[in-house]
């Protein structure tokens, strides 16, 4: 490496870590910073059951255990940071950094928390800068944990500094990993566990428990309407089957999802399938814009869920790596799907 390259790659190093250790400072404004002779906040071990990822798949099961609250957590993606701010854990965060989608939107319950985040601009996250951050704690997707990127969970392990990654973030495309909610509640009752706040995590998951029973007894005896849950992603028109997450929750609520095991369909497939209600997957922009596509798609125009006006547009943030959000997307889905029901 030359002389300027190093001197570049230190500056950025320099402007990360100072940028994170200000925002943990300052607080960000979201709770009063703990007292500095209280020290961690200390329980008896527990063991977390997590994943162990490589090149971004999952290849083994890995098992910490915990015998304090971490202080110092690298919380990436709007979904991880909203749920921290859920369980009360977000002022144990020095860098919080999003994904950068200007249409994500908190629940309104925590709003006000969340909107209070500084979340840090341009953040390059490599081992380099991670490294000099100094966290205890990892809590991102497992698409970061690439040789490119953050390399392995076993590479930060090794040198003592935990990672936790939701199940269900998994690489989509090769539809290897089943999807589900049971997946989403473990992701949540981890954290829970890792900040010593295992009464609200089970209370978060005990509720959207109830809003599932609580359709399937209003839904009970009636036909089961067919769902499919689709999203354009360029020239590829691709499907979310009962394999996942999103195909899980409308199944749990009383629809029937095709499986679709390559994933990627044509207009012809939706024809053939003639579905009684549509959901338009978006990312990163405005999804009832996405959904406007395919209701005024002049060869759909035949279809059902067309004809009858059930063509509804959902953000990509409920429909995978959920998290504290698979409350609302399970309410979001009812309401598509037996808009009669109190929910």
Not at 2 to 15: G, Y
Not at 50 to 66: D, P
């Amino acid at each position: 490496m030359n002389r300027k390259l190093l001197v570049i790659t230190l500056a950025i190093i320099l402007l990360v870590v100072g940028a994170c250790w200000l925002t943990k400072g300052r607080g960000r404004g979201t709770a009063p910073s703990p007292d500095p002779h209280s020290g961690p906040e200390m329980y008896p071990p527990r063991v977390v059951r997590n994943l162990i990822v490589k090149n971004y798949q999952v290849t083994g099961e890995n098992e910490t255990v915990y015998d304090r609250v971490p202080q110092r957590v690298l919380a990436v993606g709007e979904n991880i940071n909203e749920t921290l701010v859920a369980l009360g854990a977000e002022d144990k965060v020095i860098c919080p950094v999003r994904y950068g989608n200007p249409y994500y939107v908190p629940e309104p319950e925590y709003a006000e928390r969340y909107n209070r985040i500084r979340f840090q601009k341009d953040t390059i996250l490599n081992p380099e800068t991670v490294l000099a951050l100094s966290p205890d704690l990892i809590v991102s997707g497992q698409s970061l944990f690439t040789e490119k990127r953050l390399k392995s969970t076993e590479f930060w392990n090794n040198r003592g500094i935990h990672t936790f990654l939701p199940r269900n973030a998994n690489r989509p495309a090769l539809r290897t990993q089943r999807e589900t909610l049971e997946k989403e509640y473990d992701s949540i009752l981890g954290l829970g566990i890792i900040f010593n706040k295992e009464a609200k995590a089970r209370k978060l998951v005990e509720d959207m428990e109830r809003t599932i029973d609580s359709v399937r007894i209003q839904s009970q005896g009636r036909l089961k309407p067919k769902v499919l849950i689709i999203e354009q992603l360029g020239k590829n028109l691709i499907t979310y089957d009962d394999t996942k997450l999103a195909g899980d929750i409308c199944t749990r609520l009383g629809a029937v999802v095709p499986n679709s095991p390559s994933g990627t369909i044509g207009i012809e497939y939706l024809l053939q399938e003639d579905p009684d209600i549509i959901f338009v997957v978006k990312s990163g922009g405005d999804p009832e814009e996405a959904a406007d596509y395919f209701r005024n798609m002049r060869s759909l125009q035949t279809l059902k869920a067309v004809r009858n006006k059930r063509v509804a547009g959902i953000a990509l943030n409920y429909t995978y790596n959920s998290a504290i959000k698979t409350g609302a997307a399970i309410k979001k889905f009812a309401k598509g799907i037996y808009p009669d029901l109190k929910v």
